[in-house]
T-cell receptor
């Protein structure tokens, strides 16, 4: 299996622009998680899906952030408009119920 | 109080010695416990999971869980330079994993 796939791996954008991060979970995994990692705050859960349905988005920092999972093999995290404080590494992770969670390689986002 | 607490380190250990990493958690409803290793610039990689009180060994790694004390630890025997990384403790309540801020471990040759 290819593991969790994320794209792009690096994104540099200017403040105010829309940013879309993409994730393909491991086949057969019915849970998908979006995390953000910064030096100051560590690894934070933003939102997670079960069977393509958003279950808990309490970690989404504000309305500028949105996430979708249109099918079992694809999810997006969108930031509109982006701000410099959104600069971080964004990880997608997936797992099957009751089993271990695996992370993708991450997207390093820089907002200038 | 943070939900999952770890000493941030850095922790320096001579090569060949035992590295001991500790983690405490606040939610008594926590069901599963994990240790992830993260190299600089890479994603977290699962190295150990433990679900019941006691010890669990896997090669040079031993995870220890004490639910009464709300304490999880990771021992790395015969430490190698390749063990130098940040170690993240994670606790699962229902379907959510909460991570500690990590302990940075450096193995000194």
């Amino acid at each position: 299996d290819a593991g969790v796939i994320q794209s792009p791996r690096h994104e540099v954008t200017e403040m105010g622009q829309e940013v879309t991060l993409r994730c393909k979970p491991i086949s057969g995994h019915d849970y998908l998680f979006w995390y953000r990692q910064t030096m100051m705050r560590g690894l934070e859960l933003l939102i997670y899906f079960n069977n393509n349905v958003p279950i808990d988005d309490s970690g989404m920092p504000e309305d500028r952030f949105s996430a979708k999972m249109p099918n079992a093999s694809f999810s997006t995290l969108k930031i509109q408009p982006s701000e410099p404080r959104d600069s971080a590494v964004y990880f997608c992770a997936s797992r099957a119920k009751g089993l271990e969670q695996f992370f993708g390689p991450g997207t390093r986002l820089t907002v200038l | 109080q943070k939900e999952v607490e770890q000493n941030s380190g850095p922790l320096s250990v001579p090569e060949g010695a035992i590295a001991s990493l500790n983690c405490t958690y606040s939610d008594r409803g926590s069901q599963s416990f994990f240790w992830y290793r993260q190299y600089s610039g890479k994603s977290p990689e699962l190295i150990m999971s433990i679900y019941s009180n006691g010890d669990k060994e896997d090669g040079r790694f031993t995870a220890q869980l004490n639910k009464a004390s709300q304490y999880v630890s990771l021992l790395i025997r015969d430490s190698q330079p390749s063990d130098s990384a940040t170690y993240l403790c994670a606790v699962r309540v229902n379907e959510k994993l909460t991570f500690g801020t990590g302990t940075r471990l450096t193995i000194i040759p």
